[in-house]
């Protein structure tokens, strides 16, 4: 049976057991490249990743897999982690939000997850600062007020009788990429991320409402669930009145696409496959290794600039560690 590309070149990476740091890789490379490209970022990236980060940068197996969608989705992404040889410039393009002014105040306001100062609302997360945000409620033609939710709750608002008069709708589009929302008169206005456009549909109930899609986006029904489609992985993701259809195609990154783990994701070649489990732990002291698409895989911590390899590093499993200063 003749052998893909692929699976020549990793049997021959495979034989040196550990990978070694390389420049990332272009669009062109083969997918070999892309492949090593992946496995060390994300040993990286999960060797620094914060405690409250998701868990896409907390395990490498996941890392591994999410680089693949980032390298179609962000560009920019790919080529910050990428080239990021610290956990400082890991840091950086994990939580290149991050606005010190508005952590500055929201920690003097521990507790409090909204709160007001004169026109401008401030939504704080003591437990992640990136997810911290300040809101000029003169955007909205509203003003700073204790607020009820459509489900009772308490808390502050910008209140927009303006933007969002009784019956207005849940969500609606400013302009092509500006989406606006509505809760119990409460308004916040949110730009579409790049790529994106503001598109107005019904819902299952043929109320007006409206969201942030790629022009091309498909819709799905499944919400949550992963599957395949011949050899593309959909991923099936919360998007107005259904879902938005993530596609990646597997193929391209000479991978194929896996329906029949408790996971659907893309993998190696069916031939190659030798792990299921995610974990990753220490090997010989020194190496992390972990299943990256269904190869195990080692990476050298020293290679990366870590000192050694710590079985419980970043609290959730192994993970390179004392090498860079965090």
Known sequence: ????????????????????????????????????????????????????????????????????????ENTLTVQCFGTARSCAEIDNCMHRTNDARVTAICNKHSGESTFCEGETLFQCDDENDDESHAVACSDVRGEC????????????????????????????????????????????????????????????????????AKPEQKQCTRVGQRYCEGNKLIRCSPAGAKGAAEVLDCAKYGLSCDGSSAR???????????CHDS??????????????????????????????????????????SMGVVR
């Open 1 to 72: 049976m003749r052998r893909s590309p692929f699976v020549i070149a990793a049997v021959a990476f495979l034989a040196c057991h550990t990978t070694q740091v390389r420049p990332p890789s272009t669009d062109t490379a083969r997918p070999i490249d892309r492949y090593i490209e992946s496995v060390n970022s994300c040993a990286r990236i999960s060797s620094c990743a914060r405690k409250n980060d998701p868990q896409q940068y907390r395990e490498a197996s996941q890392c591994v897999e999410r680089w693949l969608a980032w390298r179609e």
């Open 145 to 212: 007020k204790e607020h009820k939710t459509h489900d009772g709750l308490s808390a502050r608002a910008c209140i927009s009788p303006e933007m969002c008069p009784p019956g207005a709708p849940e969500s609606r589009c400013l302009d092509s990429v500006t989406l606006l929302t509505c809760d119990n008169g409460a308004a916040e206005r949110a730009h579409c991320e790049p790529g994106e456009t503001c598109q107005h549909v019904r819902d299952e109930n043929s109320e007006p409402t409206a969201y942030c």
């Open 264 to 274: 659907p994701g893309c993998r190696v070649p069916a031939e190659m496959v030798g």
């Open 279 to 320: 974990t990753a732990r220490c090997l010989r002291g020194d190496d992390l290794e972990f299943c990256a698409l269904g190869i195990r895989v080692a990476v050298s911590c020293k290679s990366l600039g870590f000192a050694t390899c710590d079985a419980t590093g970043n609290g959730l499993e192994a993970a390179c």
